[in-house]
């Protein structure tokens, strides 16, 4: 019988990622909405690897599953490291838009001098029904332009330049994306752990 992983987001964007990243395993992936789990866990820890736990052991005591969560932020020198841990909420809210959120991050950037050098880093959590919990990290540098460019990806995509390619994150393919995003580093560095985890529940 072919071992499952959840995958822990209601994210589509990280969804859509998180699949083609992942393909190759021997598992069958899930997603919360095939198992009919609705939650919403309050991301309240104090680093990107703490709530990546929170929701991998939510989902995971909900489903019994192996089950991988991640979470990610942008980290922009200028503003000391903002939004970070805040990304998603970084006006006050989950529910403002992308574009209104990299509106205010520009709006905030006005007044400092170039390049807003900047990366993302991603944080993975691994949880297996045995309540242990692994992690593996990812970083991508870049830096902010103030023009939005492409139309792939979501969140600060657009505004998110790499430099060496001349690209913004949502100017790439998703096959270039997964290649040199945080999270695709992240996930990458998950694999070994994924697999070593599975052949423990077999």
């Known amino acids: 019988m072919t071992p499952s992983l959840l995958i822990a987001t209601n994210n589509p964007g990280k969804l859509l990622e998180m ?12 997603i919360p909405r095939d198992l009919n789990i609705k939650l919403d866990v309050e991301e309240n820890g104090s680093t990107y690897a703490e709530n990546a736990a929170l929701k991998a052991v939510a989902f995971g005591k909900a489903s019994r599953m192996l089950t991988l969560a991640d979470d990610s932020g942008l980290e922009v020198d200028a503003l000391g490291g903002q939004p970070g841990l805040y990304s998603a909420r970084y006006m006050g809210s989950h529910d403002d838009s992308d574009a209104d959120r990299r509106a205010f991050l520009l709006k905030n950037l006005s007044g400092a001098a170039r ?3 900047a990366h993302f880093h991603c944080s993975v959590a691994l949880w297996a029904p045995d ?25 600060y995509d657009p505004i998110f330049l790499l430099s060496e390619l001349n690209k913004t994150m949502a100017e790439l393919s998703m096959e270039e994306k997964n290649q040199l995003s945080h999270r695709a580093r992240a996930i990458q560095a998950a694999r070994p752990l994924i697999t070593r985890t599975l052949a423990l529940f077999e």
């Open 19 to 30: 699949q083609a990243l992942l393909t190759g395993l021997p598992v069958r992936l899930y």
């Open 115 to 117: 390049p807003w050098t």
């Open 131 to 155: 309540e242990s919990i692994q992690y593996a990290e990812g970083i991508c540098p870049g830096e902010i332009i103030p023009q939005e460019r492409g139309s792939n990806g979501f969140g």
